[in-house]
């Protein structure tokens, strides 16, 4: 039949523009826009911008303006000309400085996922993650690929930190944790998740266990002395002995993998696991019926570009964890990206 008269694609064209923003957020954050905006302490024009940032005014003009459109910036008429500042969201997220920011996340978003998603559709063929052709590395090892330079590596752990500045006291405290005094956890990276529990529990201690140029890399950067109740232990999970806990933590760690692999961590987990201890995993959960939430399914395409892992529904973590021995396996959702699924060893 004809369509209706009053029929838009109001939600395909806005779809087909999707990367467009992305890449105007990309390029503001990297030409330090928003670093400059809070920086003048007063609104900007066009001209002062470009001549700052080092770009072109007419490419510079056009940038600002779509800013504009999205929101992130504001603009006022000042003797016929426009001065430009950030929003409240530009200034908290978009700057390099804040202790908020995303900048991290948009730059490695910007270097290294963009670079992947343009194989997406090999990767949907194919089942498999797309870092060959995106970068040219071919490894076996998928963090041997993702830390092909040091300068990557300390880039992925950036991107990893960032995120619980913003979500990681809600996972933390979605279950009540206070009786785990010895807590473990694994493949914890920069120690961000590490530092909330120890804010939201203080009789806890933390051992970040992490391969050994991580755990250099994360004492160097960022966990400082001070943060006494953190400590390190460097291995390779899937080989080296885990050491003893009250809580094991797996933070977006089992999303990386196959059921397989996630069977054989947790199996491992589940013997050095103190009768009475736990495991806490935090993941952004899949729906059961699948329509849902949209952030995870494309979370989960992310999983296929660029890992050898997927996003799962509350459902299938019972199943892995229930493989390697838990009980009790309960989930809590937060309501923001990230939520908690935790299983206990019978005391
Ligand atoms: N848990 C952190 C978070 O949520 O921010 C980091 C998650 S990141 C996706 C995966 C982490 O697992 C990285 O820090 C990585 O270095 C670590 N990792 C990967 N393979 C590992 C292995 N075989 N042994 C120990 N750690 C490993």
């Not at 530009?90 to 490695?108: D, K």
């Not at 990681?168 to 920069?190: E, H, M, P, R, W």
């Amino acid at each position: 039949g004809t369509p209706a008269a009053d029929m838009y694609p109001r939600k395909i064209l806005e779809y087909m523009e999707g990367f467009l923003v992305s890449k105007v957020v990309f390029s503001s954050c990297e030409l330090g826009v928003f670093d400059l905006l809070l920086s003048a302490e007063r609104p900007l024009s066009a001209e002062e911008i470009s001549q700052a940032i080092g770009a072109s005014l007419d490419g510079t003009q056009r940038l600002l303006a779509a800013c504009t459109g999205l929101k992130l910036l504001n603009t006022l008429q000042d003797n016929g000309q426009v001065l430009y500042s950030n929003t409240e969201q530009a200034s908290v997220y978009l700057t390099r400085s804040s202790p908020l920011s995303l900048y991290q996340s948009i730059q490695y978003s910007s270097r290294t996922i963009y670079l992947c998603w343009h194989h997406l559709t090999d990767a949907v063929r194919e089942g498999r993650n797309q870092y060959e052709k995106a970068f040219g590395v071919n490894s076996k090892d998928l963090f041997q690929a993702l830390y092909r330079s040091d300068e990557e590596m300390v880039k992925f752990m950036q991107l990893m930190n960032s995120i619980w500045n913003i979500c990681g006291k809600d996972v933390v405290t979605a279950f009540d944790l206070s009786s785990f005094k010895v807590i473990c956890d694994l493949g914890g990276c920069s120690g961000a998740l590490a530092k909330q529990c120890t804010s939201a529990y203080p009789e806890c201690t933390v051992t970040i266990f992490d391969l050994p140029k991580v755990v250099c890399t994360s004492r160097e950067h960022f966990v400082t002395e001070a943060d006494q109740r953190i400590s390190f232990h460097k291995g390779d999970f899937f080989k080296d002995p885990l050491p003893e806990g009250d809580l094991y933590i797996l933070a977006r760690i089992l999303h990386d993998w196959t059921d397989e692999r996630c069977v054989e961590l947790l199996s491992k987990i589940y013997k050095a696991c103190k009768p009475g201890g736990a495991v806490l995993l935090v993941e952004a959960l899949l729906y059961e019926d699948g329509s849902g939430p949209l952030t995870v399914q494309l979370y989960s395409l992310n999983m296929l570009v660029q890992t050898e892992g997927r996003e799962r529904t509350a459902a299938q973590y019972t199943t892995l964890l229930a493989a390697a021995g838990f009980s009790n396996i309960q989930h809590r959702l937060t309501g923001k990206i990230y939520d908690a699924v935790l299983g206990n060893k019978e005391a």
